[in-house]
């Protein structure tokens, strides 16, 4: 890889928590450019959201479900997608969703507000008929920021369009 483009290690991330971020980093007019895209990135949710989300993944923590459920819910999933979801559900600590739900405040739109301008910032988010829990309206008041949903998938992209 020459030194103009570098790949962003997969743990660089603006926004702190899990999330798809991948960028690259390239030099041009003199300085170094950063572009960070994000996948299908829930940025602001509301309480009520936040609180049946967190009481998803504890059920499904708690008892995981058959594969069938994730191909019926997200039909673009294949069946290795499913089993290693449950596989994923079944070595989860239950503990872990308590401590990532227990944060009151999930709003993470002000991280985007002073964006250095060496930093190109791109976001796909799901589509909201499937599923993609990204809100286009969120991003509406950064017109620096390029955004474009993926029509059909939902908030699993990675799986849905690898």
């Not at 474009?148 to 908030?155: A, E, L, T, V």
């Amino acid at each position: 890889m020459s030194s103009k483009h570098r790949a962003i290690p997969p743990n660089v991330s603006i926004v702190p928590g899990p999330s798809n971020v991948w960028g690259s980093s390239t030099a041009s007019n003199g300085g170094d450019q950063l572009h960070i895209l994000l996948l299908e990135p829930p940025l602001a949710l509301t309480d009520d959201v936040r609180d049946d989300r967190g009481n998803l993944f504890r059920t499904l923590v708690q008892n995981p479900p058959e594969p069938e459920l994730y191909t019926k819910l997200y039909p673009q999933w294949t069946r290795r997608d499913a089993v290693l979801q449950v596989l994923a559900n079944e070595l989860c600590d239950p503990k872990v969703v308590d401590i990532v739900f227990e944060e009151r405040h999930m709003n993470h739109l002000e991280y985007l507000e002073n964006l250095p301008s060496h930093v190109r910032l791109s976001i796909l988010p799901g589509d909201p008929d499937a599923g993609g829990e990204c809100r286009m309206s969120d991003l509406e008041r950064f017109p620096d920021i390029e955004a474009r949903i993926i029509k059909g998938s939902s908030h699993w992209i990675p799986y849905e369009v690898p």
